[in-house]
């Protein structure tokens, strides 16, 4: 009997690791009574606990291998093996969510709950009932994927009715069931990095902009959404099929670049759009410069630089989010600033790896500055890092000169914008080079943060 087969036999539904996040659960239904510093000094105790003691109490703390059916029964990779068992990152990302969301202390139970009891309940309800694997990712199951639905829905309902007991039951059932969603789709997402990260970090966020929107918002843009909606569809399809048929993007990235481009479009009309376009001209732009030195290196984009659905998702889905709060909650400046921002990260990241891969022959590691070929993940170059840098500015000053943000707006949109390129080759440098995550998800990372910061330095 093989290492996996040994520890799926031997695995018990509720092993020492879940009964640990799920119990932790409790201490969420205190918030009511403490000040956030204090309900960050607990998660502090809480870190503290896991790192010092409970290692010492003989328990199996190793995250559970998910094995839902006989196509999955291969050797994990290797930086799996190693991955944290998530013991000690429940209690960071608490820590985390109580720090991020101190005002709002309803959000971070909800997403504390969608974490603990969705990730728990799932795990159980994959392995005890025998459903189909998910279609992208076979060591999940459907079973899983709705227990998980379920199970986070209602810790997120109970919870935020807990700690705000004032919010509309209605609205914070709904927000939960989508937030739930969201949650399950990010922890069945086919990469290596432990959930007890990912999904807090996508659900927060989630959450807490999901809350800002008010139907009196919608009903104020709908004289100008009826028009803008038919526009959208016209422009937007024209401009698939054109790209389509020059090769610029695959069928996938056509289908949804015209439905991430509808949204865009109704978000600040022609130009919202134009800021999109401008993002996507710079990048086809910068692939084809020197695609024939590029291909030589073996540096180059496949398929002669066409951009696929995913690619679409990692750097359009984000602006498009934005641009629809643009128009369904009373933040429209705020939420513009984080589109302009979002889109000014995608277009800077995309070109400084362009330029940089035709230009210079190597490239540094951004944590080590150690010298690496060109086109390795997390690695820059001074001529690719200037170019990054002036496409994420134009992208700024076009934001200005359309009137979508102030002075103040567009310099906290570049500055973001910036931030986010250097998170997305940190991440590239450490989770990405050793098989973590995806490329995509590391551009997906790099455009969100840059509009989650920019959004919140505009609110503050």
């Excluded at 933040?331 to 790896?353: I, N, P």
Aim: net charge neutral.
């Amino acid at each position: 009997m093989n290492q996996i087969t040994a520890a799926t036999a031997s695995h018990a539904l509720w092993s020492t690791r879940k009964i640990v996040h799920v119990s932790m659960l409790g201490f969420a239904f205190l918030l009511p009574a403490l000040t956030w510093p204090e309900a960050a000094g607990a998660a502090v105790l809480a870190l503290l606990f896991n790192l010092f003691l409970l290692p010492h109490l003989g328990a199996h703390l190793r995250k559970s291998v998910d094995v839902p059916d006989a196509k999955a029964r291969e050797p994990r990779p290797a930086a799996e093996e190693s991955m944290w068992t998530g013991i000690l990152l429940y209690p960071i990302s608490v820590l985390a969510l109580i720090l991020a969301y101190r005002h709002h202390l309803e959000v971070a139970a909800a997403a504390w709950a969608i974490m603990a009891l969705g990730d728990g309940v799932a795990s159980v309800a994959g392995e005890a009932v025998h459903s189909a694997p998910l279609q992208w990712n076979q060591r999940k199951t459907w079973a899983g994927f709705g227990a998980f639905t379920l199970a986070g829905t209602a810790g997120a309902y109970v919870l935020t009715r807990w700690v705000n007991p004032s919010l509309p039951a209605d609205k914070t059932l709904l927000i939960c069931v989508l937030t739930a969603l969201l949650g399950a789709a990010v922890e069945t997402t086919p990469i290596d990095l432990d959930d007890d990260v990912t999904v807090p970090l996508v659900c927060g966020g989630f959450m807490y902009c999901a809350w800002l929107v008010e139907r009196s918002a919608l009903d104020s843009n709908w004289p100008y959404l009826k028009r803008r909606l038919a526009l959208a569809v016209v422009i937007n399809l024209a401009f698939a099929l054109i790209a389509h048929a020059v090769r610029s993007v695959s069928r996938s990235g056509a289908v949804l670049g015209f439905v991430l481009g509808v949204l865009v479009y109704l978000g600040w009309g022609w130009k919202s759009f134009l800021i999109l376009l401008a993002m996507v001209v710079l990048g086809s732009l910068a692939t084809q410069l020197g695609y024939a030195r590029k291909a030589e290196r073996g540096v180059a984009e496949r398929a002669g630089g066409a951009r696929s659905w995913r690619e679409a998702l990692a750097n359009i889905s984000p602006g498009a989010f934005f641009a629809v709060l643009v128009i369904t909650t009373h933040h429209e400046r705020a939420f513009l600033t984080a589109f302009v921002a979002a889109f000014a990260e995608a277009a800077g990241d995309t070109v400084a790896s362009e330029i940089g891969q035709w230009l210079s022959p190597r490239a540094y590691l951004i944590t080590t500055l150690q010298a690496v070929p060109a086109g390795e993940n997390g690695g820059i170059s001074p001529a690719g890092t200037a170019a990054g840098v002036f496409a994420s500015l134009l992208l700024a000053m076009l934001g200005l000169t359309l009137g979508l943000t102030s002075a103040g707006g567009a310099a906290v949109a570049f500055s973001a914008a910036v931030a986010g390129n250097l998170l997305d080759s940190v991440l590239g440098a450490t989770l990405e080079r050793r098989g973590l995550v995806t490329n995509g998800v590391v551009n997906f990372a790099g455009t969100s943060f840059a509009g989650a910061l920019a959004l919140a330095l505009t609110l503050r």
